[in-house]
């Protein structure tokens, strides 16, 4: 059945929206000088004398699981260049560099006003049969909001880069004589798959979004729409279907919370950082809010979804039931040929998901003012109240835990992910500030539910808060979880 919320989600899924989750540029050659210590001058392309030279003064590359620095060939096996031995004459790197930054911030469609900062991070040589499986980078830097990855001319067969995001999938193979520069959200799942023969050598940066944003002024045909769903739904009461057990028959609603797309980290969060499609439907939403008489925060939202699911007949490699070699996807392609950096649909997961059958959101922090820092909440939000127009699903999570049959249960898979969101109510909804120890946003709270403090009773102790906010479903009517093990993703330290 098609709800109010599937209306909003198909609306703002029709912004146009530039830009993309990776792209690719080259530059050529002439100002890339490099040498690394204890080798020498890096002549290009890459001999595969000078890529032996260079692992010898290498070592095996670590990766970052948590909070955990670990060394595991079987999830990570390239040879890592330590930063002190690598010096780049930048001032003629420069040359090259900028000017493709910028048009990589126009291809990922970050606002024009700001700029890329690239910060070296690493230099890494992947030989015969290494590789590195499908990971995620962590944001070290608050301005972070992406990786490059510039692959060096040389000689090698295999090793694609192959970056996902939302379902899709985007595959770049490198030119042999030029340099390649691959930019992606720091949110996207990537791996390099392995190198079959030859070497692959790369330098690995960090991206800092710098400078001040220009204002997105999304067209009238886009916010008209959107500015008139709102203000319907704010004045019609929630379908019956959509309501939790035990909520108030036509109570109109009182919030929406639109989930964005992206991932964020806390200190990373801003209205100025909003990743490719997020930026623009932030601006509409925004937009439409004012028109409608709503207010608008930004926020980070923790997502829980547990699904039935079944086990799918595992592979040699990569997932998938039949038999793959490495090199049946990675036979070589000329650079110009549009399959060497297309987009196709990801790869299916290990697990076969059925049905969803419980989830729960909680909002984490949340922006009230322009440029303000994010605040610290813990808001429990009724997921009759949230929309989407990516699901959950088609996102990787951050964490993931599956439990097998276990007789008369098990068979699920819990995922967790992280999203940013926009909270939106409407201005005349002026609320009592809540009892003491909760969060609000000015004297305000039509957001949701505190989470349960230990000792600090329920929500609806003071009979401030609990009026705000509509009973979610009790906890008996949950299905019970039992749960054995846990497969993480590895978040690295760094790209390929």
């Given at each position: ?16 929206t530039p830009g993309a989750f990776s792209a690719r540029r080259t530059a050529p050659v002439d100002d890339f000088e490099l040498d690394v210590r204890g080798v020498g001058r890096v002549l290009l392309p890459v001999s595969a004398e000078q890529a032996n030279q260079l692992c010898r003064v290498g070592r ?349 249960y098990g068979n699920t898979m819990d995922r967790w992910y992280h999203r940013a969101a926009l909270v939106v109510w409407p201005q005349h909804q002026a609320f009592r500030r809540p009892r003491r120890g909760f969060p609000a946003v000015g004297a305000r709270h039509p957001l949701g539910a505190p989470r ?35 497969s993480h993703r590895p978040r690295s330290r760094r790209a390929g």
């Amino acid at each position: 059945m098609t709800t109010s919320q599937d209306v909003l989600a198909a609306l703002l899924g029709e912004v146009a929206t530039p830009g993309a989750f990776s792209a690719r540029r080259t530059a050529p050659v002439d100002d890339f000088e490099l040498d690394v210590r204890g080798v020498g001058r890096v002549l290009l392309p890459v001999s595969a004398e000078q890529a032996n030279q260079l692992c010898r003064v290498g070592r095996p590359a670590t990766y970052g699981l948590g909070d955990k620095t670990l060394l595991d060939a079987r999830v990570r096996n390239t040879w890592e260049i330590p930063i002190s031995r690598v010096k780049l004459n930048q001032r003629r790197w420069a040359k090259a560099l900028v000017p493709a930054l910028d048009c990589l911030r126009a291809d990922l469609g970050l606002p024009p006003g700001c700029r890329l900062k690239a910060e070296l991070h690493s230099m890494l040589v992947y030989g015969a049969e290494q590789f590195f499986v499908p990971h995620q980078d962590s944001e070290k830097a608050d301005a972070m909001v992406g990786s490059l990855v510039v692959t060096l001319p040389s000689s090698f067969k295999g090793g694609a880069l192959v970056v996902r995001h939302a379902g899709m999938s985007a595959t770049y193979r490198s030119p042999k004589k030029s340099l390649s520069l691959v930019a992606f959200y720091a949110d996207c799942r990537h791996e390099v798959r392995p190198v079959t023969s030859g070497y692959r050598v790369t330098l690995t940066y960090n991206l800092l979004l710098q400078g001040h944003a220009a204002t997105v002024d999304p067209p009238p045909a886009q916010v008209d729409p959107v500015a008139a769903w709102l203000l319907g739904h704010f004045e019609t009461a929630a379908a019956p279907a959509r309501r939790t057990a035990g909520a108030a028959a036509h109570e109109p609603a009182r919030r929406l919370v639109y989930l964005l797309d992206h991932e964020y980290t806390a200190r990373g969060l801003s209205w100025s950082r909003l990743k490719g499609p997020d930026a623009m439907r932030a601006a509409t939403l925004q937009a439409a809010a004012v028109q409608a008489g709503c207010e608008v925060v930004l926020a980070l939202a923790d997502i829980h979804e547990t699904w039935d699911c079944m086990e799918q007949e595992e592979s040699s490699w990569y997932g998938g039931s039949k038999p793959r070699r490495w090199d049946d996807w990675d036979d070589e392609l000329d650079e110009d040929d549009p399959r060497a950096g297309g987009q196709s649909l990801g790869d299916q997961d290990r697990y076969q998901l059925e049905d969803l059958i419980d989830w729960d959101v909680t909002l984490v922090c949340w922006i009230d003012a322009p440029d303000s820092e994010p605040k610290p909440v813990s808001l429990s939000i009724d997921p009759s109240d949230v929309c989407a127009s990516v699901p959950s699903v088609e996102l990787p999570p951050y964490a993931s835990e599956y439990e097998g049959y276990m007789g008369n249960y098990g068979n699920t898979m819990d995922r967790w992910y992280h999203r940013a969101a926009l909270v939106v109510w409407p201005q005349h909804q002026a609320f009592r500030r809540p009892r003491r120890g909760f969060p609000a946003v000015g004297a305000r709270h039509p957001l949701g539910a505190p989470r349960h403090r230990r000792g600090g009773g329920g929500p609806g102790a003071d009979g401030n808060a609990g009026a705000l906010l509509a009973p979610r479903r009790p906890r008996g009517d949950r299905p019970r979880l039992f749960r054995q093990g846990t497969s993480h993703r590895p978040r690295s330290r760094r790209a390929g």
